[in-house]
């Protein structure tokens, strides 16, 4: 008996030893990765809670009991099984993917996050928490396209150890908190298109770290504070899109690291200071917009880096500074339209440089248009609203690249179906001009694959519309008030992604084509002041993304579709008709009999 108790005993002694053995082995195998911290996993499944649509599948990752596994997405943590990074992008491009919710507080209880990146969800509302202040290891706060509301919690300047903070593209109003002088490690400063109001505060002078300010498309006022040219390590300023006013600091241009200064569309005024050429790393100047007055200084020339200058739309006179033939050798695109600059003709040193973009619209340029030594080179063009006359014919000669052209409220008189235009064109714009000529050389085989906008709107073309091919990339077809008769041509229904139709004040004639309700991409229709006939197709009601559309004077009969949007234009859109009715109208004959 004592002998089989004690075979029992050795049995089990093996067992244990052997079940020990296998999990030493197991464990060496495959090496535990650390367990989540309690809360942090608590504070995640909080935050999902208070997403009610996720259609980019990120949170559906969420399960289980470890949130530091690797399985949850978007999540990282310590070797100490504590969350240390939240990133939750939506990829570039992608349109289809969001969330839908709030940020919920209880993110700011991730008591050792130091990265929290929730961008691109466009569909996450509510303010963002002021628990958020309690992040302290925090170095980048990125919040950037949501639908983020409310003021900017002050509470967020107690983040001492933050570098980044990005928030750009929400609907954050009121003031930008004075307390974010204390965020004294901050490199990088992004409150763009938001709707922020009041100065710059005086408080962020403390930001000597700062290399990147962008406070654009916002509703700042008061003028730009002098402390920001102490920003020695500032590589890049934006602060375009608001209503900033009083003159560009000459602080500013001690920046000597600066790449890109872009202060458009603000109420500026003062000269263009001549310090401008200390700016010696400067490759953008933007300044359009603004009220601007002096001249264009001379020292702009020694930019050695500068490829983009844009210093349109302002009041900017005569004279336009010479620039010698080896000044802003790197320039590639120059804007200075609609100044008080009477050119006459445009500078040797524009026409003999190798650029990319020429806009000169509203110069007071005569003559013929302008021979450039390297247009191959070019690929957009505005000379719009000048007075030039002629030169059409060798124009558009070994403009290889050209993509976009404006030549609009000219004086050009030319035939439009002999000019040869660029294979890669994309845009041109002739409207009001002298214009004769049929449609058939722009509107073709050749041109149908590139052209997406042609305007030759008010000139003297006639000739009918020709048909169109499929595979049309056309989104802007715009030839008003010209002279042209014929038929709207039943192929106009391969134009699948166009935006815009005008065809109005011509001498059409015919009947609408039903096929243009196949056009679901419509936007702007315009077929007033024609000779049309028949009715407006009950295709048509397929086009619910209209939001403007004329059919006044022609001679068109019957009942107007019944859906929105035809149904609650305007009554003017229908007048001058023969007997169109149905709301917004008369109701129809046979609907007013029914109803008796």
Not at 241 to 262: A, E, M
Not at 278 to 288: A, F, G, R
Not at 373 to 392: A, E, H, K, M, Q
Not at 429 to 457: C, K, P
Request: proline share 6%.
């Amino acid at each position: 008996m004592q002998l089989g108790t004690w075979v029992l005993h050795l049995v089990l002694i093996f067992s244990l030893l052997s079940q020990f053995s296998e999990s030493v082995a197991e464990s060496s195998s495959t090496p535990q990765g650390p367990i989540c911290s309690e809360e942090d996993r608590a504070s995640l499944l909080s935050f999902k809670a208070s997403i009610s649509q996720d259609t980019t599948q990120t949170l559906s990752t969420w399960t289980g009991r470890d949130c530091c596994d690797g399985g949850w997405e978007g999540v990282q943590c310590t070797s100490t099984g504590r969350v240390n990074v939240l990133q939750i992008q939506r990829p570039e491009r992608d349109e289809e993917t969001y969330m839908k919710g709030t940020l919920s507080p209880s993110l700011g209880n991730l008591h050792f996050l130091e990265v929290m990146i929730i961008s691109g969800m466009k569909h996450i509302t509510g303010p963002i928490p002021n628990s958020f202040s309690n992040l302290t290891h925090l170095t980048q706060l990125i919040l950037d396209d949501n639908s983020i509301g409310g003021c900017i919690p002050p509470s967020l300047g107690r983040l001492s150890l933050l570098q980044s903070l990005s928030l750009t593209g929400n609907h954050l109003k009121g003031q930008i908190p004075p307390t974010f002088g204390g965020l004294r490690n901050l490199v990088q400063l992004n409150l763009a298109r938001n709707f922020l109001t009041g100065p710059i505060p005086v408080s962020l002078k403390t930001l000597l770290n700062l290399q990147y300010l962008d406070l654009s498309y916002n509703l700042l006022s008061a003028t730009i504070p002098d402390f920001v040219g102490e920003f020695k390590n500032l590589t890049y300023i934006d602060l375009s899109s608001n209503l900033l006013t009083g003159k560009i600091p000459v602080s500013l241009f001690g920046l000597v690291n600066l790449l890109d200064l872009s202060l458009s569309n603000n109420k500026l005024t003062g000269n263009i200071p001549d310090q401008v050429e200390n700016l010696k790393s400067l490759t953008s100047l933007q300044l359009s917009a603004n009220l601007l007055t002096g001249h264009i200084p001379l020292s702009i020339s020694r930019l050695q880096n500068l490829w983009y200058l844009n210093v349109s739309r302002n009041c900017l006179s005569d004279p336009l500074p010479v620039i010698p033939t080896k000044g802003i050798p790197a320039l590639l695109s120059i804007d200075l339209s609609y100044n008080n600059l009477s050119l006459g003709r445009v500078p040797d040193w524009i026409r003999s440089k190798q650029l990319k973009d020429v806009h000169l619209a509203g110069c007071k340029l005569k003559g013929d248009l302008p021979h450039f030594t390297r247009p191959d080179s070019l690929s957009s063009i505005d000379l719009s609203d000048n007075y030039l006359v002629d030169g059409i014919s060798n124009f558009f000669t070994n403009m290889s690249s050209l993509q976009n052209v404006k030549l609009s409220n000219n004086q050009l008189r030319f035939d439009i179906s002999e000019i040869k235009l660029p294979t890669d064109l994309s845009s041109m714009d002739l409207h009001a001009n002298l214009l004769v000529g049929s449609l058939s050389t722009i509107i073709n085989n050749r041109t149908s694959s590139t052209l997406e906008v042609i305007d030759v709107s008010n000139n003297f073309i006639s000739g009918h519309i020709p048909g169109f091919v499929e595979g049309s990339s056309l989104k802007v077809l715009n030839v008003g008030s010209n002279n042209i008769t014929g038929p709207i041509p039943v192929s106009v229904s391969n134009l699948i992604d166009l935006e815009r139709l005008d065809i109005s004040r011509n001498h059409v004639l015919g009947t609408i084509p039903s096929g243009l309700g196949q056009l679901l991409k419509l936007q702007w229709l315009d077929v007033s002041i024609n000779g049309l006939t028949g009715q407006i197709p009950s295709s048509l009601s397929q086009l619910t993304g209209l939001k403007h559309a004329n059919f006044r004077a022609n001679r068109l009969c019957g009942e107007i579709p019944q859906t929105r949007p035809f149904n609650i234009f305007q009554p003017v859109a229908y007048a001058h008709n023969l007997c169109l009715c149905g709301k917004p109208l008369q109701p129809c004959k046979k609907q007013a009999s029914m109803g008796q």
